[in-house]
């Protein structure tokens, strides 16, 4: 299960113990700030896209939303999300639980601007009921991220 390998992937920092199972679904941005009792924005969903071939994530804040012309400058052609079947292949997570640990080799990650504005965000953990809480300094070092990005609308900060 994805929510393994991200618990061992944590277990090495010795942080297993803060990814949180949910008795309630977090599959989507509304359910998982209802199992969290916290704000919908902080959030922190994780779009898994196609770009030049190669499977790339882009993690938002929950209340952005992906601008297609600041996507396209950024990485030369449109925005086509995955599938929830290549998502499982390419990325390793299902829909619902994608995330940027433990991911498949060759998959690279990008923090978007719309998460710079929180202290702390909620990404999931593999699964559609789980989540850690990470502050922006440990997302960006726990995430392996390649570069922060600005692709949403409105979030020029």
Known sequence: MSIEKVKAYFEKYGME??????EASSATVELA?????CEPCR???T????????PILIVT?????ID???YKARFGTK???LTPDEAVTMIGHGVGGVCPFAVNDGVTIYLDES????QTVFPACGSSNSAIELTIGELEKYSGFSAWVNVCRGWDL
Do not use: C
């Open 17 to 22: 113990d803060r990814v949180r199972e949910l």
């Open 79 to 81: 925005a086509k999300m």
């Open 47 to 54: 779009l898994s896209f196609l770009a030049g071939g190669q």
């Open 43 to 45: 959030i922190a969903k």
């Open 68 to 70: 297609n012309a600041k």
């Open 115 to 118: 998460l710079k504005r929180f």
């Open 61 to 65: 804040a929950g209340d952005a939303k």
């Open 33 to 37: 700030a209802a199992a969290l009792h």
